[in-house]
């Protein structure tokens, strides 16, 4: 099977893709044949060395993937052979075939499409996570959303509406705002050229939003804190713009608002039932067309480089997957 194989940490033009052996499924994993990818921020930096888990060369990219279960290990129940499955992989995705412990993997609808699979997972999960379980996020409440023309962004925009929130959509270029737009955003706000605080400020009446969603970090995190009202819940979700930001700790104490980490891995692990009701009720929306994800691009799995880079200089709204289906 063909695979996009990182040799040696290093920029997206160093990987190859290479004919490598599919193991078949040990006690507790499965194998499944990969549709198609998902193209996430941290695989920008899983190949360069710089991400939480430092897989060994060689090693393929590649956190999450549609397919069909192949093969099954000994001991896995409930993942028979030809099941349409999504599975969070970690790394290994960006290929035709991938073996991965079946805690990993979750049963999908036949209804829907591998290519909208492979890009639904890590953006809808993290999101419904995170303002459900974290923020709480109530009817009639305002959020704010950061890098929302990006992945998880988008997908924040959509929930926060499905929620009943008022959302206000914050990113870098008017085409990203469009897409927010379209996604169902109230209000919206180019941080590039508009300062952020005052404008939310405006936007809100001067009491500031319940929840901000911050997937970007940066400078715009105080900026965010301090748009916040009282009682409000700021969401730290990632570090898009490659700085973890600090805060000076009067503010959250002034502005009485909670400063809310968000883990979808760890919350997979410890509470796997409460992410199968979230993906029940996301699957349910998708079906009835209440959600609509945006995937910008579907590439073959040889253009992986091209997809990183793209992600990497901010070229990408919503979601880029690769196929495994066209040739590369
Ligand atoms: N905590 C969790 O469980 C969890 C789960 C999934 C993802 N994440 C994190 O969430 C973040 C976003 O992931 P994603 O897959 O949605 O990424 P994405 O599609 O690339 O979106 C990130 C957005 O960040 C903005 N950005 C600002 N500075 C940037 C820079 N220097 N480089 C790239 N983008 C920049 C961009 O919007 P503008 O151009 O509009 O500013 C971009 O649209 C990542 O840090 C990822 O690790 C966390």
């Known amino acids: ?52 888990i430092r897989p060994e060369p060689p090693f393929a990219p590649g956190g999450e993937i549609a397919g069909r279960i192949a093969a099954v290990g000994e001991g896995v129940e409930g993942l028979p052979v030809g099941l349409p499955v999504i599975a969070m992989t970690g790394y290994g ?53 950061l890098g929302a023309g990006g992945g998880v962004g988008l997908a924040a925009v959509e929930l926060g509406k499905r929620l009943g929130a008022r959302v206000i959509a914050a990113a870098g270029s008017p085409e990203k705002l469009a897409a927010a737009r379209a996604a169902g955003a109230d209000e919206t706000l180019d941080y590039r050229t508009e300062p952020l605080k005052e404008r939310v400020k405006d936007l809100t009446g001067g009491r500031g939003v319940d929840v901000v969603y911050d997937p970007v970090g940066g400078t715009l995190f105080e900026q965010a804190v301090r748009a916040t009202a009282r009682n409000g819940r700021v969401l730290v979700v990632g570090f898009a713009s490659g700085d973890i930001p600090r805060l000076p700790m009067n503010l959250p104490l002034l502005k009485e608002c909670a400063i809310v980490g968000v883990f979808w891995g760890a919350f997979r692990a410890h509470e796997p039932e409460v992410n199968t009701a979230n993906f029940q009720r996301l699957f349910d929306w998708h079906a009835a067309g209440q959600l609509a994800p945006r995937i910008e691009r579907v590439l073959p799995l040889a253009e992986a480089p091209e997809a990183l880079q793209a992600l990497a200089e901010r070229r990408v709204i919503g979601k880029i997957v690769l196929t495994t289906q066209a040739e590369g």
């Open 93 to 145: 995705g960006f290929a035709e075939s991938v073996t991965v412990a079946a805690e990993r993997v979750m049963p999908r609808p036949e209804s829907m499409d591998g290519i909208v699979a492979a890009g639904f997972s890590m953006t809808y999960g993290t999101t419904i996570h995170a303002l459900v379980q974290r923020a709480a996020l109530q009817p009639g409440e305002t959020l704010l959303v």
């Open 1 to 52: 099977m063909r695979a996009v194989i990182c040799k040696a940490y290093g920029p997206p033009e160093t990987l190859t893709v290479e004919e490598v052996a599919a193991g078949p499924p040990g006690s507790g994993e499965v194998q499944i044949e990969v549709e198609a990818c998902g193209v996430n921020f941290p695989d920008t930096l899983i190949i360069e060395g710089k991400y939480q």
